[in-house]
C-alpha cells in the first residue's frame, strides 16, 4: 500500500482551519470541500485519458480527455462533506454510498446501509475524512470489492500510522491519499491531535 502525503501550503492552511476547535460547520464544511478537491486532484492523477484533437479559436492542438468511468463512495456521514467537489470536478460520477458508525466503547465500526453502483469499470474513490484505526475504511473497501472494483483509492483528510498500517493488512493493494498523518490514537480512538469528531463538527452535532 502506499501512502501519499498532499503536503502543500494552501491544504496545510486550509487544515489548520478544520482542526481549529472554534471554526464553526459553515466555514468547516467549506474548508473540507476545498481540502477534498486538493485530494482529489493528486489521488486522480493515475486515471485513463486519451488523446483528443481540440480546436483553439486559433489553430488545432493535441489535447487529452478522461476516459474512464469514475466512482466515489462517500463513508456516512462524515465523508459526505468530501462528496461535492468530486461530483464537481467529475459530473458523470456514479455515487455510491456506505453508513458506518463506530461503537463508543469498542470504536468498532458496524454497517447499518450500503448501496452501491457497479464499479468493475470505474475508477474508485474511498472518501473517509478520518483514518483512525483503520477499521471503518478497511470495512468500506471490502464492500467496494464486493460491488466489482479492481482497485480502490482512499481520501482521508487526516489518517494515523495505526490505521494506515491496518489498512496496509487488509487491502495491500489500495493507495491512500490524505492531508496529514498524524500522531495516533487516545484511548478513545480519537486521532491526536486530530480535529475531533468530523461527522459532528460538518453537521453542528455536538
Ligand atoms: C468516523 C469517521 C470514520 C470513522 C473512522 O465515523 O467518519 O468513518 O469514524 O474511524 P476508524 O478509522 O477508527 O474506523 P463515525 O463512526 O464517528 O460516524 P459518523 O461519520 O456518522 O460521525
Ligand atoms: N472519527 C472522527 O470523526 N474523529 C476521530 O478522531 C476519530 C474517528
Redesign the pocket.
Known amino acids: 500500500m502506499a501512502l501519499h502525503l498532499v503536503d502543500h501550503p494552501l491544504a496545510a492552511h486550509l487544515l489548520a482551519d478544520l482542526r481549529d476547535r472554534d471554526t464553526t460547520p459553515d466555514t468547516f464544511r467549506r474548508r473540507a470541500r476545498d481540502l477534498t478537491m486538493a485530494l482529489v486532484f493528486e489521488a486522480t492523477r493515475a486515471i485513463r485519458t486519451r488523446p483528443v484533437s481540440v480546436e483553439t479559436p486559433l489553430e488545432t492542438t493535441e489535447g487529452r480527455r478522461i476516459d474512464q468511468a469514475i466512482a466515489a463512495v462517500p463513508v456516512l456521514r ?1 465523508g459526505l462533506g468530501m462528496l461535492e467537489p468530486v461530483t464537481l470536478m467529475f459530473p458523470e460520477v456514479r455515487v455510491g454510498y456506505i453508513g458506518l458508525e ?1 461503537n463508543e466503547e469498542t470504536a468498532i465500526a458496524r454497517i447499518y446501509y450500503r448501496k452501491l453502483p457497479p464499479l468493475d469499470d470505474a475508477f474508485c474513490l474511498c472518501l473517509d475524512p ?1 483514518l ?1 484505526t483503520g477499521g471503518s475504511a478497511a470495512q468500506a473497501i471490502h464492500y467496494m470489492k464486493e460491488a466489482g472494483a479492481k482497485s480502490v483509492t482512499m481520501l482521508a483528510i487526516v489518517a494515523t500510522p495505526e490505521g494506515v498500517a491496518h489498512l496496509g493488512r487488509e487491502h495491500p493493494d489500495v493507495d491512500v491519499f490524505t492531508a496529514s498523518l498524524d500522531r495516533g490514537l487516545n484511548d478513545r ?3 491526536l491531535p ?1 480535529l ?4 459532528d463538527r460538518l453537521y453542528g452535532t455536538f
Do not use: E, L, N, S
Open positions: 462524515a463506530r478520518m483512525a480512538k480519537y486521532i486530530g475531533g469528531d468530523f461527522g
